[in-house]
């Protein structure tokens, strides 16, 4: 079976780190992105990184405070995220990887999420 779990997710204070943790079984996934979601907010692409580490992208919103990194050996990838803002208050989750016409969007695999709230 395949699945994707994260975790790391709470409370942190805004200038404050959390870091998150993606950790897949059942199968290898050559990329694996971050999305978040806010209540009433469109769905957003945070981060993603290739296989071997070598090939990461970031949201405008996300570059020079987050960083994805990943263990093959534990098959787990992961979200730095520094300097956190109130508005990185979401809910997020890790997915497999679709690019289509030079955006990222979820593909078939998905984990339920992990929440982030940041207070002022």
């Known amino acids: 079976q395949v699945q994707l779990v994260e975790s790391g997710g709470g409370l942190a204070q805004a200038g404050g780190s959390l870091r998150l943790s993606c950790a897949a079984s059942?199968?290898?996934?050559?990329?694996i992105g971050w999305f978040r979601q806010a209540p009433g907010i469109d769905r957003e692409f945070v981060a993603t990184i290739n296989w071997s580490g070598s090939v990461t992208d970031y949201a405008d919103s996300a570059k020079g405070r987050f960083t994805i990194s990943r263990d093959n050996a534990k098959n787990t990838v992961y979200l730095q995220m520094n300097s956190l803002k109130p508005e990185d208050t979401a809910l997020y989750y890790c997915?497999?990887?679709?690019?289509?016409?030079?955006?990222?969007?979820?593909?078939?695999?998905r984990g339920p999420g992990t929440q982030v709230t940041v207070s002022s």
């Open positions: 997915a497999s990887l679709r690019v289509r016409s030079g955006t990222y969007y979820p593909g078939d695999y």
């Open positions: 059942g199968r290898t996934f050559l990329e």
